[in-house]
Nanobody
Framework: QVQLVESGGGLVQAGGSLRLSCVAS????????MAWFRQAPGKEREFVSA????????YYSDSVKGRFTISRDNAKNTVYLQMNSLKPEDTAVYYC?????????????????WGQGTQVTVSS
C-alpha cells in the first residue's frame, strides 16, 4: 500500500516562501509521477504541479508558474514544492499525489494515492 506523508505547511505573510515535502513509501518511487494539488474552502481540488518519474518533465498551473518549483529526490523517495512570492489566493490545503506507472498527468483522476494534506495560509 502506497503511503504519502506531507509536511512543511504553515502560516506566512504575502511575499514569503514555504517548502512542502512529501515522503512516499510502498512501491518503487522512481517509476511513478508525483504531483501537488490544492483545495481552498468551498472550491474544487485543483492541479498545482507535476513531475515525471525521472524529474525531466515538469508541469505547472498558470496560477503558480514562475513562483513555484517542483522537484524530487528519488534516493529519498521525496517530492518537494518550493513556493515563493506567496499570495493570499494560494491559501489552501495542499495534497501530494502519486500517479500511475510512467503516466504524467494533470487531473485528479489520474492519481491513485493521496496524502492527508498540509495547510498553507498566506496572510495579506
Amino acid at each position: 500500500q502506497v503511503q504519502l506523508v506531507e509536511s512543511g505547511g504553515g502560516l506566512v505573510q504575502a511575499g514569503g516562501s514555504l517548502r512542502l515535502s512529501c515522503v512516499a513509501s510502498g512501491r518503487t518511487f522512481s517509476d511513478y509521477p508525483m504531483a501537488w494539488f490544492r483545495q481552498a474552502p468551498g472550491k474544487e481540488r485543483e492541479f498545482v504541479s507535476a513531475i515525471s518519474w525521472s524529474g525531466s518533465r515538469l508541469y505547472y498551473s498558470d496560477s503558480v508558474k514562475g513562483r513555484f518549483t517542483i522537484s524530487r529526490d528519488n534516493a529519498k523517495n521525496t517530492v518537494y514544492l518550493q513556493m515563493n512570492s506567496l499570495k493570499p489566493e494560494d491559501t489552501a490545503v495542499y495534497y501530494c499525489a502519486a500517479g500511475r506507472w510512467r503516466t504524467l498527468a494533470t487531473i485528479t483522476g489520474q492519481y491513485d494515492y493521496w496524502g492527508q494534506g498540509t495547510q498553507v495560509t498566506v496572510s495579506s
